[in-house]
C-alpha cells in the first residue's frame, strides 16, 4: 500500500491512510475483546520496534528483542487480568522480568555505556507498552469489555489533530512550541480543541457509558495530552536529527507519529477513570 500511494501529494496520502488505518482499527474495536486485542497488540510491537530503530539510528544499543518480547508480555498479561482470566497477582511477573534485563547486558562485549543502553530498553517499554497496556483497563472499566472507551477516545483524538492540522494550515500564525516543533501554531491547538470538544459532546449522546462531563474531561485530558505527546516525540525526532519516527503510513510517517498523542493521554485518562 506504502508504494501505491506515494504518487498522491502528501496532503492526498495523508486523508487516504487515515481513513483506511481508522477503518481497520474502529472494526476491529468495535467486532469484539479479542480483534480489539489483536490489533493493540500489532500496533504496539510495531512501535516498540519503531523505538528502538529510532535509538539505534543514534548510535544507541538497546535490547531491542527482549525489549520488544517485555513490552508485548506486559500489554498480553494486563489484557488477560483486566479480561479476569489469569490473578492480578501476576502482575509481580513483570518485576523479575524487567531485571533480566540487567543479567543479560553482562555478556554484551564491547559495549562503551551499557547502562545507557539499559536505560534506552526501560525507555522503549515504559513509553511506547505501558500507555498501550494501560488502555486495556480503561476498556475493562466497567467490569467488562466496552468498546465505546477506545472508541470514544480514538475520535476524539483524531478531532483533536486533525482540527489541529487543519487550522494551523489556514490560520497558523502564533507558533506553540518553536523550538520543539516549529510548525505547531496556538491556532491550530484551538482548532483541535474546539473539534474535540464537539465530538466529545456528541459521543457523549451516544455512548452514555459515562457522563457528558466524563466525556469532556477526557477530551481536555487527550488535547492537553496529545499536544505534549507530539511535542515529545518531536523532541526524540529532534535528538536524533530526523523528520518521522518512520515511513510505514504515508502521509503520516510512522507510527509512533500517529499514535505519539496517545501515549501521553492514556495514564492520564485511566488515572481519571480509576480515581475519580
Known amino acids: 500500500m506504502t508504494s501505491s500511494l506515494t504518487k498522491y501529494n502528501n496532503l492526498t496520502q495523508r486523508v487516504i491512510t487515515g481513513l483506511l488505518g481508522a477503518?481497520?482499527?474502529?472494526?476491529?474495536?468495535?467486532?469484539?475483546?479479542?480483534?480489539?486485542?489483536?490489533?493493540?497488540f500489532i500496533i504496539c510491537l510495531l512501535a516498540l520496534w519503531e523505538f528502538y530503530k529510532l535509538v539505534g539510528l543514534d548510535g544507541m544499543l538497546p535490547q531491542k528483542t527482549f525489549g520488544t518480547i517485555c513490552g508485548l508480555f506486559i500489554f498480553s498479561l494486563s489484557f488477560f487480568i483486566e479480561q479476569g482470566r489469569i490473578s492480578y497477582r501476576?502482575?509481580?511477573?513483570?518485576?523479575?522480568?524487567?531485571?533480566?534485563?540487567?543479567?543479560?547486558?553482562?555478556?554484551?562485549?564491547?559495549?562503551?555505556?551499557?547502562?545507557?543502553?539499559?536505560?534506552?530498553?526501560?525507555?522503549?517499554?515504559?513509553?511506547?507498552?505501558?500507555?498501550?497496556?494501560?488502555?486495556?483497563?480503561?476498556?475493562?472499566?466497567?467490569?467488562?469489555?466496552?468498546?465505546?472507551?477506545?472508541?470514544?477516545?480514538?475520535?476524539?483524538?483524531?478531532?483533536?489533530?486533525?482540527?489541529?492540522?487543519?487550522?494551523?494550515?489556514?490560520?497558523?500564525?502564533?507558533?506553540?512550541?518553536?523550538?520543539?516543533?516549529p510548525k505547531k501554531s496556538w491556532e491550530g491547538f484551538f482548532g483541535g480543541a474546539l473539534l474535540a470538544l464537539v465530538f466529545a459532546y456528541g459521543i457523549a449522546h451516544y455512548f452514555p457509558l459515562f457522563t457528558l462531563q466524563q466525556w469532556m474531561i477526557i477530551a481536555v485530558i487527550i488535547i492537553v495530552g496529545g499536544t505534549f505527546g507530539d511535542l515529545v516525540e518531536s523532541l526524540l525526532k529532534r535528538s536524533i536529527e530526523i523528520k518521522d519516527s518512520g515511513n510505514s503510513l504515508p502521509g503520516h510517517g510512522g507510527f509512533l507519529d500517529r499514535f505519539d498523542g496517545l501515549l501521553i493521554s492514556a495514564p492520564f485518562i485511566v488515572a481519571y477513570l480509576e480515581i475519580f
Open 90 to 181: 501476576l502482575y509481580f511477573l513483570i518485576f523479575p522480568l524487567l531485571s533480566c534485563v540487567y543479567m543479560i547486558k553482562l555478556y554484551k562485549k564491547f559495549e562503551r555505556k551499557p547502562f545507557t543502553n539499559i536505560a534506552y530498553t526501560f525507555l522503549g517499554i515504559f513509553y511506547v507498552a505501558i500507555p498501550f497496556s494501560l488502555l486495556n483497563i480503561a476498556v475493562f472499566e466497567k467490569g467488562e469489555y466496552n468498546f465505546e472507551v477506545i472508541f470514544g477516545c480514538l475520535f476524539i483524538l483524531w478531532a483533536s489533530d486533525t482540527g489541529a492540522y487543519v487550522a494551523g494550515t489556514l490560520f497558523g500564525k502564533r507558533k506553540l512550541f518553536e523550538r520543539i516543533s
Open 23 to 40: 477503518a481497520g482499527i474502529i472494526t476491529c474495536v468495535c467486532l469484539s475483546e479479542w480483534t480489539y486485542f489483536i490489533i493493540f
